[in-house]
Structures are given as structure tokens and as C-alpha cells.
């Protein structure tokens, strides 16, 4: 059974089809007063009537090609029609007005208005000129119907035009869905290689190099060695730790309910005391200055700068001349900053050549994220210096300076070689 629905599909997908069904209606009732011998009001046909039918007919096959051409041809038609037999063709009226409406479905808004304008005042003069009255009903109606057609024509023109721009509305959102959702994507991906990193390297960093200080003293001082060996296993602890809620998020299927997500608080400055005791255990000296007042950070910027604290003295241990470095944290009145130095052999900073290079690209998508920056490089003196900044909110200027000494247990040169890796 066709359906509204399935005859709207069919006209959609062939227009021409749908041209010649109404071409062959308008002629067929063109044509049947010609078999019945007469038309509804009592006037006989002629076969001007054949002839305008068939006019009818072939010119709405070409309305969709060329409405104003079959526009003007049918007005035309009409007029002529008229002057000969002295009567207006029924046929090119229907004609007349299917074309008025076309036009204004078609053509541009303001040269429809002109030619539907003057097809009305056109098919105007030809009633009152057939009837010899200009304010007979006929003539009314002639108004009427153009105006209607005429209106039917530009609604439909205005409801396509419409349904057009939502649909590419949705289009652009659906692509702009599609762009975001990859845009989102890319950044988690980044997030977690980057929380992944920071998680790994520093304890595995660790476990090099006391794995390095178990070795030295296996046979000679196993107390040492044994030392060594727990820690470890602590920093082997730590990583299973850190990893869990990580992993955690990652295994959710995203509609998971959040009362069975882990609990463990973001690490953060107030954790620094915990990660300069492991680096202490490992053989790094760290000497730390704290400037300014602290204060509670936003959760974001707290995490940012343990990440770099634990980035930074983790790279200073593998890649510092000797086991030794300086931490400043100087809470500011607008930003945080830290910074990290250590001294290294003559030459460009080994990351580099010596690592993935993931340590520094990571604190400085990092520090970019948060609106900060960050700058990393060798002195003259011969030290390596990372200084990183981060927007605070307001606060009151710098009121304290605390220094502090983190010393490591020193290594042998056995072990400190193997701080390169």
C-alpha cells in the first residue's frame, strides 16, 4: 500500500514523474468536455480547447526547467486564447496558476513577486476583458487564486529551505560530535601516557639504582645489600599502588557506579616529604627551600607540580654529575614556582641520549595545560636548571623561606655509573 510517506519518496527521487502525472491531468480534464460535448457551466468546446489542452500539457512538463519561461508561454497562451474565442481557457488558468506556484516555490523572492504581480494583473485584465466587468466575482477570483498559489508556493519554498538548513545544522554537529569526541579521545590518551610515565619512571629509576647498591655490596656487606633490597620492594609496593586507581579508571565502562571507584587522594606537595625520603633512601641529596606562605592549591595545579617535583629530582638522580640537587618551592602572590637544579658534566643535558626525552615533554604539556610555562637547560656553571611556573589564584606576597636537607646515602662509584641508563 502507498502511503503518504512512500509517495513523498517517490516524488523526491523522480520530480519528472510527478510533472507528467500533473501534465496529464490538467490535459485529460482539458480534454473531457470534448468527449461530453460540452463544459459543466453549459459552454460548448471548440477545438481551441484541443489545442489549449494540449498547450497545457506540454508546457508543465517544463515548469521545473524553466518556470518563468512557462510561466510567460501559459500568461501568453491565455491572453491569445482569449482574443480568439472571446472566452478564457479553463485549461491555461489551472496552467496559469500551477506555474504561479512553481515560481514562487523556485525563483528568487523578489523576482517572484514581480512576476507573480504582474501574472495577476495579467489574468486580471484577461477576465475583465471576457466579461466586461472589472469588479465581477470572476475577477475577484482570479486575484484570490494567483495569491493563494502564489502563497502556497512560497511557504513550501520556506518550509524546504528550512528543513534544509536543520539538516545541515545536524550535519556541522555531528561532524563537530565526531571532532570533539577524537579531539577528547587524543587527550586521554596523552593524560594517561603522561600519568603513566611519572607513575613508572621515577620508582623504576629507583629500583636501578638500588638494585646497582645491592649488587656492590652483596658479598661484601649483605646488611647493606639487604637494605637496598627493601627498598626495593617498597618502591615495587609504591608502583602497584599508584597504578591500581589508574588502572581502575581505565576498566570502567564509564556508567559503572562512583561508590566502587578507589578512594586514594591525588598526590600532591603535601606528599613531598614521602618522595624526598624515598630519593634519600635511594642516595640523592636533596637540599629544599620552601618560599613564600603555602597555602591549599587547586587540585589540578597540586598534582602538576608533585608530577614535576617527581619528574625533576628523579631525572637530577639519573643523569646529575653527582647525587645531589636543589628543590625550591616558592609559593607566590600569583604563581608557583619550582625549581630544580643539579650539577651535570660538561656538555648539553644527557636526558636526551639517555632517555625516552618523555620527562620533560611531559612536565612541559603540563605545565601548558594550566596556563604555566616551563624552562630547562645547562649554565655556564655547570649545573642543569628546570624552573617551572604555574598560575595561582591571588594570594598575599611571600612572607617565609624555609631550607631543608634531604642527604643521601652516597654511592659507590660502582652504583653511580649506573645512574645513566
Known sequence: MIGPASLQRITGAHPRLLDAALATLVGGIGLLPLLFGRWPDGVRPSGADAVAAAAAFLLLLGRRRAPLLVLALTVLGEV????????????????????????????????????????????????????????????????????MFAAVGATVRTWHDYAAAMEERALRAEASKEEEARRRVAEERLRIARELHDVI???????????????????????????????????????????????HVLRQSGDESTETQPTEPVPGLSRLGELLESLTAAGLSVR???????????????????????????????????????????????????????????????????????GLTGMRER???LGGSLHAGADVDGRFRLVVRLPLPPAGPPSDTRTSEWPGTALPATAANGRQG
Open 80 to 147: 491569445t486564447f482569449t482574443v480568439l474565442a472571446s472566452y478564457p481557457s479553463r485549461v491555461l488558468k489551472v496552467a496559469a496558476l500551477i506555474a504561479v506556484y512553481t515560481v514562487a516555490r523556485t525563483v528568487r523572492r523578489r523576482i517572484a513577486l514581480i512576476t507573480v504581480s504582474a501574472t495577476a494583473l495579467t489574468l486580471y485584465a484577461v477576465i475583465t476583458y471576457a466579461t466586461d466587468s472589472a469588479a465581477g466575482p470572476e475577477a475577484g477570483a482570479v486575484l484570490a487564486w494567483t495569491g
Open 288 to 358: 629544599q627551600r620552601q618560599a613564600g606562605h603555602p597555602r591549599p592549591l587547586p587540585t589540578a595545579i597540586d598534582l602538576a607540580a608533585y608530577r614535576v617535583v617527581q619528574e625533576g629530582l628523579t631525572n637530577a638522580h639519573k643523569h646529575g654529575a653527582t647525587a645531589e640537587a636543589g628543590l625550591l618551592v616558592d609559593y607566590g602572590p600569583d604563581e608557583l614556582r619550582i625549581r630544580i637544579t643539579n650539577p651535570v658534566d660538561s656538555g648539553p643535558y644527557p636526558a636526551a641520549a639517555t632517555g625516552t626525552g618523555h
Open 201 to 247: 619512571a621515577h620508582h623504576i629509576a629507583l629500583i636501578t639504582i638500588q638494585a646497582g647498591v645491592a649488587g656492590h655490596f652483596l658479598r661484601g656487606r649483605p646488611d647493606q645489600a639487604e637494605v637496598a633490597l627493601g627498598h626495593i620492594r617498597d618502591a615495587g609496593r609504591t608502583v602497584l599502588d599508584e597504578l591500581g586507581p589508574l588502572l
Open 367 to 369: 605545565a601548558h595545560a
